[in-house]
């Protein structure tokens, strides 16, 4: 511990790469609460699949690599992926999670064909474009920090002054819709705030491993309450503890890659909260069960010794 | 027989028997179960690795395999203590097997073939050059291989037709049947878990997603019975396959991306067709 809190005060880096993965994690565990809730959660892994050809497309349009261009390509294609997602469960059979699988593997299919097609093109500096797409938390740079605090406050400020709207629309659509609350814009614009946070993330977490930092914070927050405030502030804490420890625990060690490591730290929150959460946990629920088994046998006993 | 016939045949045969039991996830809402699989085998690659030291073993396939099941086994685990939705379980399971997957290979397997983005990405167009003989005649493997799963596949489900279509319709009914849908299930995630090994190395994952999925979705949304659900699912995938081939040739890309494309633009055809031109009538 005491090695860690030195190598803050004295590597630049890491103090640079630990706070931008503690932010990540914070925003990441907001946003991924409403989505938990909204059973929307594999949303993210789609989208950031997805952004792999929007990547592209803004590089073919533009020719320049520079990150804010790059995300706005993703962002583009994150935004049709959802319009087109919600189309198809709405005028469809078809479910949720097919019609993201399908989304997922139709637009990364289409990143490669870009991909490749780029290859082709003499002279551009393409090399690198796939990388942004698995991430590299150790490239992290102070700008790419400033970036991400400014959406995460956005974000935040979104979500605050939408709490209420948000909440009644994620619970009970029906009761929205008689307090006058168009559920459906507000059900759309959580998914546009996913799509955000995801595509700030993936750069830093990759593809695969943002879709736990969305998920996991807010399902072990989910275990120690029941209010969705509490569950919030929880799971930002546990995000950001994760954020910060696996950065610590990949620069110790060098070998060890910073983005599987937090995913690895949230993992054991998930697990821990399941295991040993006092009232929903799997210990707590079987101590209670033993309790009451134990009183209904007692009470019974009791009545047939009279 | 020339490169481009054998990508195509291979391609037609994954794709066969990959929409064999992607009609089936579709049907149990288990599609975002495939793209966890197809993420955690990696996993299985590595632990048996470190078991056998050889990349062409076929234990690998195995091991591979196995974690396939372990992947749905605890996804299912999770869902059962009734703390976690499905979709959230998928998502933490996946990660988490995938993030020790790539540890495993960073901290021991540095120096080794091992590359995460060879696995997931996979390139059709090098599986006409891995050829073994056979009856004294060299085959491609991939044609070998995706030709014995999709018998494998097939066979399956002819035998198990009607237990299948009752577990998926009417759990209740297949228990009450003396049927045993969960052994059902997990014969069918296991097969998913083979497919998704075996098909790796030809086709890689992102092809393997789409071929699960996109021929079944398409025909879900035309056919109003099983049967002629899988049936349908058969032409859409041959069809992609070809048309997607024929794309990429022209305009020199990756044959599985434009396949994945193809299948993905189909569906949206046969929703537009389905929407505008059947309600009409």
């Not at chain 1, 399941?274 to 799997?282: A, C, D, E, Q, V």
């Not at chain 2, 021991?108 to 696995?119: C, G, T």
Request: glycine share 6%.
């Amino acid at each position: 511990m005491i090695e860690i809190f030195n190598m803050f005060m004295i590597s630049y880096t890491f103090r640079v790469v630990s706070i931008g993965c503690m932010l990540l994690g914070i925003i990441t565990a907001i946003i991924g609460t409403f989505a938990v809730l909204k059973k929307e959660s594999l949303l993210g892994d789609s989208i950031a699949h997805a952004s792999l050809a929007g990547v592209c497309i803004a590089f073919i349009v533009t020719g320049k690599k520079e990150l804010p261009i790059l995300l706005l390509g993703a962002l583009l294609i994150g935004i049709i992926s959802i319009v087109l997602i919600h189309i198809v469960i709405n005028y469809s059979k078809v479910k949720f999670d097919s019609a993201i699988a399908l989304n997922l593997a139709t637009f990364f299919g289409l990143g490669l064909v870009l991909l490749t097609y780029l290859k082709k093109i003499p002279g551009a500096k393409k090399a690198g474009l796939n990388r942004f797409i698995f991430g590299q938390a150790s490239t992290l740079l102070v700008k790419d920090i400033y970036f991400v605090s400014i959406i995460g406050i956005i974000i935040l400020v979104t979500v605050i002054l939408f709490w209420k709207e948000i909440k009644i629309s994620i619970f009970d659509k029906d009761y929205a819709l008689t307090l006058g609350i168009n559920s459906k814009f507000y059900s759309f614009l959580i998914s546009f705030l996913i799509v955000i946070t995801v595509i700030i993330g993936i750069q830093i977490a990759g593809v695969i491993l943002i879709t736990s930092m969305l998920i996991a914070p807010s399902v072990a927050a989910r275990q120690f309450s029941n209010k969705l405030n509490i569950v919030v502030v929880l799971a930002s804490i546990f995000g950001a503890i994760s954020g910060f420890m696996g950065t610590a625990i990949s620069a110790t060690n060098t070998i060890l890659p910073t983005g599987p490591m937090i995913i690895i730290f949230l993992s054991f929150f998930v697990f821990f909260a399941i295991i040993f959460s006092p009232n929903r946990g799997l210990i707590g629920r079987h101590i209670k069960n033993y309790r009451r088994n134990k009183e209904i046998i007692k009470k019974y006993d009791r009545r047939n010794i009279l | 027989m020339s490169a481009g016939l054998i990508i195509q045949i291979i391609a037609i045969l994954v794709g066969i028997s990959c929409s064999t039991l992607g009609v089936f996830l579709v049907l149990k809402n288990m599609s975002m179960l495939t793209d966890a699989i197809t993420h955690t085998v990696l996993l299985g690659i590595v632990i048996s690795f470190f078991i056998v030291r050889d990349l062409s073993s076929p234990f690998l396939v195995l091991g591979a395999s196995i974690f396939g099941l372990i992947t749905v086994f605890l996804v299912e685990g999770l869902i059962n203590t009734r703390l976690v939705k499905e979709d959230s379980a998928i998502g933490i399971i996946m990660s988490f097997l995938f993030s020790l997957a790539v540890i495993l290979i960073s901290k021991y397997a540095a120096n080794i073939h091992l590359d995460v983005d060879a696995v997931l990405l996979g390139e059709i167009a090098f599986a006409p050059f891995h050829k073994i003989t056979l009856f004294n005649r060299a085959i491609p493997k991939s044609i070998l291989e995706s030709s014995i799963i999709l018998i494998l596949n097939i066979t399956f489900v002819v035998i198990f037709f009607k237990e299948l279509k009752i577990s998926i319709f009417d759990r209740n009914l297949a228990i009450t049947l003396g049927m045993l849908p969960t052994l059902i299930h997990y014969l069918l995630m296991a097969l998913v878990s083979i497919t998704a090994v075996i098909s790796f190395e030809s086709v890689g994952a992102i092809l393997l997603i789409s071929f699960m999925i996109g021929p079944a979705l398409s025909s879900y949304l035309l056919s109003k019975n099983l049967k002629s659900m899988i049936i349908i699912s058969y032409i859409y995938s041959t069809i992609c396959s070809l048309i997607g081939y024929k794309i990429a040739m022209i305009l020199d890309v990756s044959i599985a991306g434009s396949i994945a494309v193809t299948i993905g633009f189909a569906f949206v055809l046969t929703l537009i067709y389905k929407n505008v031109v059947l309600e009409r009538k």
